[in-house]
C-alpha cells in the first residue's frame, strides 16, 4: 500500500524559508517521478516540483523557479521542497504526490492521478 507522509510546513514571514519533506512507502523509490502540488482554498490544484529518482533530474514550474529546489534521498525513500524567498501567493496546503512511473511533467503532479498524503500547510505573512 502506497503511503505518502508530510511534514515540515509551517508559518514565515514573506522572504523566509521552509523545507518540506515527504517519505514514501509501499513501492520502489528509485526509477519514479515524484513531486509536489499546492492547493490554495478556493483555487484549483498546482503542480511546484518534481524529481525523477533515477536520475536526480528536476522539474519546476514557473511560479517558483529559482525559489524553490526539490531534492531526493534514496536510502530514506524521502523527497525535499526547499522554499526560499517565499512570496504572499505561495501559501497553501502543500502535497506529496507520486509515484508516477518513469517520468512526469508539472501537469501530471497537478492533475491528482498520483497518490498523495495528508498535506502540509504552509502560511506566509507580508
Known amino acids: 500500500q502506497v503511503q505518502l507522509v508530510e511534514s515540515g510546513g509551517g508559518s514565515v514571514q514573506a522572504g523566509g524559508s521552509l523545507r518540506l519533506s515527504c517519505t514514501a512507502s509501499g513501492y520502489t523509490f528509485n526509477n519514479v517521478c515524484m513531486g509536489w502540488f499546492r492547493q490554495a482554498p478556493g483555487k484549483e490544484r498546482e503542480g511546484v516540483a518534481g524529481?525523477?529518482?533515477?536520475?536526480?533530474?528536476?522539474f519546476y514550474a514557473d511560479s517558483v523557479q529559482g525559489r524553490f529546489t526539490i531534492s531526493q534521498d534514496n536510502a530514506k525513500n524521502t523527497i525535499y521542497l526547499q522554499m526560499n524567498s517565499l512570496k504572499p501567493e505561495d501559501p497553501a496546503m502543500y502535497y506529496c504526490?507520486?509515484?508516477?512511473?518513469?517520468?512526469?511533467?508539472?501537469?501530471?503532479?497537478?492533475?491528482?492521478?498520483?497518490?498523495w498524503g495528508q498535506g502540509t500547510q504552509v502560511t506566509v505573512s507580508s
Open positions: 524529481i525523477l529518482t533515477a536520475r536526480g533530474s528536476a
Open positions: 504526490t507520486g509515484p508516477f512511473p518513469l517520468s512526469c511533467e508539472v501537469t501530471d503532479l497537478e492533475a491528482g492521478f498520483g497518490y
